[in-house]
C-alpha cells in the first residue's frame, strides 16, 4: 500500500499508476487496455472541446473489515451511462465492459485503495468524450472511453458536519433537458453558482424545478433525501435530477433493514419546516448532514444530534457504510468482489 496520510486527504485529484482507455472509430470500439499515459492530446477542433460532449460517472472501491477490495453496485453506473450516452449521442461503452474495465482499474491500482476505517476509499471516475474534429454542430465520430482512479477524503471540506446549503436563484436543470443523465454539461453551467455560494459562505446550492420554483430538486453534486418528524424517509420525484444510485439503495435499506416508511415524491419548498432531518447523498458526499437549509432569509435547521448527524441521517449512514465496508450483510449482487 502507497504511504499515504489517508485520513487527513480530501477529495482532490491524486494520479495513480494506471488508467483504462478504450477508442471507439469506424463504428466500433477497439478491445481497450490499461496505460500509464495520464495525458490526453487531442484536436483543437475536438467535438469535446467545442460542444461539451461527454458524460460521466462516479464510483469508489474500498477495502472492507476483512481486507478484501470491492465496489459498490458498478453495473448500475454502467446502466446510467449508457443512458447518458444515449441521451448525448455518443455510442454506448457496453454495460459488461464497463464492470470489466472498472474491475481491472482497480485491480492495477490496488495500492491505491485505502485501508479500512481509514474514511477514504479509491474514486473511479469513468467518462466519454467526442474527440475527432467537429466544427458544424453535431456529435463526433470518434470517441474515447477511459476511468481513472483516484484515491479520495470527504467531498466537503472539513469532513462530516452539518453543512449550510442555500436555495439557489440559478436553475440546475430545464422540464425535457439533461437534469437525469451525468453530462459534464450539467457541471459547467453550476460553476457560477457554486463559486458564489461558496463566497456567501455556504456549502452548496439547492436546486428548485426550474418550471415552477416551488419544488425541491437536489444539490449541485448530490440528492437530497429528509426524515419527517414521524420517522420516514422522504427524497424528491423529478424527471429532472439524476437518478442518484445511493439514493436508490438508501430507499431500500430504509425500507428493509430499518424498518421505516419510504416516500418518493414531489417536495415542495413551502413544507421545509415540517422535516426533522435532511442529508444529502450521492458517491462522493456519502450522507452528508445538513443542518440548514437558508431560503432568502428564511432558515430552516435541522437535528443534527449530538454526532453532527441526526439519529435516523446516523442510522442510514451507518448502514449504507457498513454495507459497502463489509461489516453488514448486502443485498444480493449489491457489492462486487474485486480481490
Ligand atoms: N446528483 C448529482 C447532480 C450528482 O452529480 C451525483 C453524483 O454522482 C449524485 C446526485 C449522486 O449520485 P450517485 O449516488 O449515483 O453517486
Ligand atoms: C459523484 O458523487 O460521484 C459525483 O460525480 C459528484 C461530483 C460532484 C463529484
Known amino acids: 500500500m502507497k504511504n499515504i496520510d489517508w485520513s ?27 496505460t500509464e499515459d495520464a495525458n490526453i492530446t487531442m484536436s483543437e477542433c475536438a467535438c469535446v472541446l467545442q ?9 469508489k472501491a474500498y477495502t472492507t473489515a476483512d481486507g478484501k477490495i470491492v465496489c459498490f453496485r458498478p453495473d448500475l453506473n454502467a446502466a446510467r451511462m449508457a443512458d447518458s450516452c444515449r441521451r448525448m449521442k455518443m455510442p454506448v461503452f457496453p454495460e459488461e465492459r464497463f464492470v470489466e474495465a472498472v474491475v481491472k482499474t482497480v485491480e492495477a491500482n490496488s495500492e491505491w485503495v485505502p485501508p479500512y476505517g481509514s474514511g477514504a476509499s479509491l474514486y473511479l471516475r469513468p ?34 458536519r452539518p453543512l449550510t446549503l442555500r436555495i439557489s436563484d440559478f ?14 454539461l450539467n457541471y459547467a453551467m453550476s460553476l457560477y ?8 459562505g455556504y456549502d452548496e446550492n439547492v436546486y428548485l424545478d426550474s418550471a415552477t420554483r416551488t419544488h425541491i430538486e437536489e444539490t449541485g453534486g448530490a440528492n437530497i433525501i429528509f426524515v419527517t418528524k414521524d420517522g420516514k424517509l422522504v427524497t424528491p420525484k423529478s ?54 437549509i437558508v431560503d432568502h432569509g428564511r432558515e430552516i435547521c435541522f437535528d443534527i444530534g449530538e454526532s453532527g448527524m441526526g439519529n435516523t441521517v ?7 457504510t457498513g454495507i459497502q ?4 450483510t448486502p443485498p444480493e449482487g449489491w457489492v462486487k468482489v474485486i480481490k
Not at 467518462?127 to 483516484?150: C, H, L, W
Open 8 to 34: 487527513n486527504i480530501g477529495f482532490g485529484y491524486i494520479k495513480t499508476d494506471l488508467r483504462y482507455v478504450s477508442n471507439y472509430k469506424n463504428g466500433e470500439w477497439d478491445e481497450g487496455c490499461l
Open 51 to 59: 460542444y461539451a460532449q461527454t458524460c460521466f460517472e462516479g464510483l
Open 127 to 160: 467518462y466519454m468524450f467526442g474527440y475527432d474534429s467537429i466544427i458544424g454542430v453535431k456529435p463526433a465520430n470518434e470517441f474515447q472511453f477511459r476511468i481513472f482512479a483516484t484515491p479520495v477524503g470527504p467531498y466537503f471540506k472539513g469532513g462530516v
Open 171 to 184: 436553475d440546475r436543470a430545464a422540464p425535457r433537458g439533461t437534469g437525469h443523465i451525468k453530462a459534464g
Open 193 to 200: 453558482a457554486i463559486v458564489d455560494a461558496h463566497e456567501q
Open 239 to 292: 424527471d429532472t435530477i439524476l437518478p442518484s444510485i445511493t439514493r436508490r439503495s438508501l430507499l431500500q435499506v430504509a425500507k428493509d433493514y430499518l424498518g421505516m416508511e419510504v416516500e418518493e415524491r414531489e417536495v415542495s419548498l413551502s413544507e421545509l419546516d415540517d422535516f426533522s432531518e435532511c442529508g444529502l447523498c450521492g458517491t462522493a458526499a456519502v450522507i452528508s448532514p445538513v443542518g440548514k
Open 314 to 320: 446516523k442510522k442510514l449512514y451507518d448502514t449504507l
Open 325 to 328: 465496508m463489509g461489516t453488514v
